[in-house]
């Protein structure tokens, strides 16, 4: 038995989805409507999957992720939210979400998921249709270095960067070298704040 919880501020959408995913091999043990209460559940219940949405109130799904990971390190984090624009998945990805679904998705394909993201941990789920996010300058740096940049801002290690992209410490650190290149930083410091205030990643 695959054991869900959902944490999202509307409580329609956790009866709907609640509905949808309790049947066959598939168990809701329980629902939380904000990041504190998403915490709790977390450590009270140990899911197999928590699907967050992304606005929790006066939080970020994203904050749940990053706390749920390291608490909860075996449960698989799937992101069920409005906002369907690349710079955002790309956040979530590198927060460590397996799977990022819009809600415009057929619920079939979030069965789908539920069933199939525990078994293929190493490639990332993506379902809906996105759109690149306001346009910026991009300095050249590829989808793997923005998200490898977004755990730098984290205080994440090469090490721990390693782990959550499933790439070795040597590969990560190329990866840094390249984006203080691009960024012209001296250090991690310097290349987090240029990301920042250039908007290439979220605070």
């Not at 009270?44 to 928590?50: E, G, L, M, R, V």
């Not at 977004?150 to 410490?169: D, K, R």
């Amino acid at each position: 038995m695959i054991k869900v919880v959902l944490v999202d501020d509307h409580p329609l959408i956790r009866k709907g989805l609640s509905q949808a995913l309790n049947k066959d091999e598939i168990s809701v043990v329980g629902e939380a409507s904000s990041l504190s209460e998403g915490v709790a559940l977390l450590n009270s219940t140990t899911p197999d999957i928590c699907i967050v949405d992304l606005n929790l109130g006066s939080a970020s799904g994203i904050e749940l992720i990053k706390v749920g990971i390291v608490q909860n390190p075996n449960c698989a984090f799937v992101v069920l939210t409005m906002e369907d624009d690349l710079d955002t998945l790309i956040t979530a990805k590198a927060a460590g979400a397996r799977a990022y679904i819009t809600k415009g998705s057929p619920v079939e394909n979030l069965i789908e998921v539920v069933k199939t993201v525990l078994t293929d941990r190493k490639d990332f789920i993506k379902l809906g249709s996105f759109k690149d996010g306001a346009k910026r300058k991009d300095f050249g740096l590829t989808e793997r270095e923005l998200e490898v940049l977004q755990l730098l801002s984290s205080g994440a290690t090469a090490s721990a960067m390693g782990s959550i992209l499933f790439l070795s410490e040597a590969t990560i650190k190329s990866h840094l070298a390249a984006i203080y290149r691009k960024l012209e930083a001296a250090n991690r410091a310097q290349a987090v704040s240029i990301a920042i205030s250039e908007k290439l990643i979220l605070k």
